[in-house]
């Protein structure tokens, strides 16, 4: 399912394909990787912000094409799908971010529909704080890994002040200095860069803020435009394993013809059609309510996740297709690169069960919220709070210490798993850091609901 709706925005996704087709074939974007890691413009881009593409959303005041977020919706899950590499969403998502600002935008807004590539940081992927200064602002602080970092331009950056949060527009040709660092790291989409941004003492003119920004708003934006990436790649996904199997014969037939097979497709194209769904109503709820538009954002998000255990599930099909049902042995799993299917198998399934479990103090707060409140998307966005809150304070070195206790610190140790010779000790320490979680949560949850009259 692709996200258009409109003929307009039909011919808009098929033009973005034929793009993706014509520039950045596979062969290309594989040869590129590096490249594209260190935040170098694809050599298409110039011709991509010609066609104003990136724009399609922002005014015609700003030099935009004066179309919806919904027509941004359609470039981003198609550019998803078409595996075209560079700072597409991160800049669409930035310039979405910006356009909702009031007039101090107008400088940033035509910097991005000339071409410029942007990012956006919001204020809870980063521990930045700004200070007023008497013709500025002074930021201090270090953001999370985020993706598109790199190649950016201009930086839109939400950070807290004194009196709540405020962003920022910061110039990337600044760096260089010990105030302004960006960092490149390794990521495992290749098709995008990463990077880490450390301000220290870094100032900036009253002009660089930016007003009017409900900093809900932009959250629900950005998690709405990358969960239509996240959909156009399960439908890439979704697309190549099901036209595999018509095609790829055994025993004088297609794979496809296999009853097995024809399950496992069908549910790939289920989730990948729930994943666009949830997509396109995040994006449609931008002028709903504040409330609406984060519910509709969270199943957006948690699709996502969905759609990227689908990618998974793909990788599954065909790998059994190509290399067939017997033991392997892959380099990359070191120790334990000799497995049988069945180990192998048995391991994605413990994986799986420690990936659910490691989230069950998260789920046991948002319990706990839901019988708080009649709103379910504050149940839904207290256990999403929690898990964002422990993954940046996880991620800082001075709390090293003690970053034992938070809930997703072991939340990766699954890897154990193919990289060694079974469970680790990590695993254990993971399952067992969820039961105070869930202890604590689930009891003051039973002991608030029986408090309550439900009847009345």
């Known amino acids: 399912m692709v996200l258009a709706v409109t003929a307009e925005q039909e011919d808009l ?26 935040g170098e413009l694809p050599s298409w881009w110039e011709e991509f912000t010609a066609h104003g593409f990136h724009a399609v959303h922002l005014p015609e005041s700003a030099g935009g094409q ?45 910097e991005l529909t000339a071409g410029a590539t942007a990012v956006v940081v919001l204020p809870e992927e980063s521990n930045v704080r700004a200070i007023r200064q008497k013709d500025g602002w002074r930021l201090s602080g270090s953001s999370a890994s985020i ?23 910061l110039h990337a040709d600044c760096t260089g200095g010990a105030d302004f660092t960006i960092e490149q790291q390794h990521g495992t989409d ?16 009253a002009d660089s803020e930016l007003s ?8 629900c934006i950005v998690v709405a435009l990358t969960a239509c990436a996240s959909a156009g790649t399960a439908r890439r996904g979704a697309e190549a394993a099901t036209e595999y199997i018509r095609t ?72 059994t297709i190509l290399f067939g049902w017997h033991p392997l042995n892959i380099s990359i799993f070191g120790t334990a690169g000799h497995q049988t299917q069945l180990h192998v198998v048995a ?25 708080m409140t009649d709103s379910p998307s504050a149940a839904l ?37 193919f990289i060694g010779n079974g469970p680790t000790r990590n695993m254990l320490h993971g399952v067992l850091l969820q039961v105070p979680y869930v202890v604590v949560f689930g009891g003051l949850a039973w002991w608030h609901f029986r408090r309550k009259d439900v009847l009345s």
């Open 13 to 38: 996704s098929d033009a973005v394909s034929r793009f993706a087709a014509r520039h950045a074939p596979i062969d290309k974007t594989r040869a590129a990787f590096d490249s594209i890691a260190a």
């Open 66 to 110: 004066g179309g919806t977020l919904g027509d941004l919706a359609c470039v981003i899950e198609t550019a998803a799908a078409a595996l075209l590499p560079g700072p597409v969403l991160s800049t669409a998502a930035a310039s979405a971010v910006a356009a909702s600002a009031d007039d101090s935008a107008a400088p940033l807004l035509a």
């Open 147 to 169: 993706l598109g970092l790199v190649a950016a331009q201009r930086i839109l950056l939400g950070a807290y002040s004194e009196d709540g949060a405020r962003w920022f527009v």
């Open 190 to 205: 290749l098709c995008t860069d990463v990077g880490v941004l450390t301000l220290d003492d870094h100032l900036v003119a």
């Open 212 to 219: 009017g920004i409900s900093t809900e708003r932009a959250r």
């Open 248 to 319: 790829r014969e055994q025993f004088g037939k297609p794979v496809g013809a296999f009853q097995a097979l024809q399950h496992k497709a069908a549910v790939l194209l289920v989730n990948a059609e729930l994943a666009a769904a949830a997509a396109w109503d995040a994006v449609r709820a931008r002028d709903e309510s504040v409330e609406q538009h984060r519910l509709a954002a969270g199943s957006a998000a948690l699709m996502a996740v969905v759609a990227t255990a689908l990618i998974v599930l793909t990788g599954l099909v065909v790998g």
């Open 347 to 371: 391991n994605l399934a413990l994986a799986g069960a420690y990936v659910l479990w490691s989230i069950a103090g998260v789920a046991a707060l948002a319990f706990l919220a839901s019988t």
């Open 381 to 417: 966005f207290a256990g999403f709070g929690l898990y964002v809150v422990s993954q940046i304070l996880n991620n800082l070195a001075s709390l090293d210490p003690v970053s034992f206790v938070f809930p997703t610190h072991y939340q990766n140790s699954w890897t154990g798993l």
